[in-house]
């Protein structure tokens, strides 16, 4: 199992299209799973809590289903597209891109910290190590011109949510890339011989 984690920010992203068709043909070799980040849609249930409408628990929450209107609007790109609810169901290779819709789960996990600073990286970073994958690839809109970069560095640049850390263990296999996905994933045979030449996260 592999999990690749989609900044919210691709909501808009002309290239979103050609990433999940690519993503999708590589899920005929490889049991890939995307965790989704909410973007606009996460960013209006903030805005409702900065006005003092809900508690941080209850923001964490909406945050977290806000998640899944980006899900849905990605099964909608492609109808082939398995959205999933539950752990057990993510673990076996149908051939087919999944999607976990975290919310059902993490509202009742004691072990998910529910506050503005458990964004969905901390959702992508808390389901593999629950699911000991086999490395975990974060999709963000920025420009990376290192292949090394330390976990620290990208949380205290905000590129990282500042809980991540909290749900990875030493061995984690973490990789990171931007926008420049879209060119190198479509040459790529599988998903395990894309991953290996990605910028590298270390803790």
């Not at 920010?9 to 965790?35: A, C, E, G, M």
């Not at 992508?124 to 490395?135: E, M, R, T, V, Y």
């Amino acid at each position: 199992m592999w999990i690749v984690k989609i900044g919210g920010s691709w909501i808009n992203n002309p290239n979103l299209s050609n990433l999940i068709k690519n993503l999708q043909r590589l899920s005929n070799k490889d049991n890939i799973i995307i965790v989704n980040g909410g973007g606009i849609f996460s960013d209006s249930v903030r805005l409702v809590y900065e006005n003092k409408r809900m508690s941080e628990k209850t923001g964490n929450y909406i945050a977290l289903k806000a998640t899944e209107l980006f899900s849905h609007l990605l099964k909608e790109i492609d109808k082939n597209i398995c959205l999933v609810d539950d752990i057990e169901s993510l673990r076996f290779s149908n051939k087919m891109l999944k999607i976990w819709l975290p919310s059902l789960i993490l509202k009742n996990d004691s072990t998910f910290i529910k506050n503005w600073e458990s964004t969905s990286d901390s959702v992508a970073a808390w389901l593999h190590s629950k699911i000991n994958s086999l490395g975990l690839l974060y999709v963000k809109s920025l420009t990376f011109e290192k292949k090394k970069y330390k976990l620290k560095y990208l949380q205290d640049n905000g590129v990282l949510d500042k809980n991540v850390d909290k749900y990875l263990i030493k061995s984690a296999n973490i990789k990171i890339i931007g926008q420049e996905i879209v060119n190198l994933i479509g040459s790529s045979k599988t998903f395990r011989e894309f991953f290996l030449d990605l910028n590298e996260v270390k803790l």
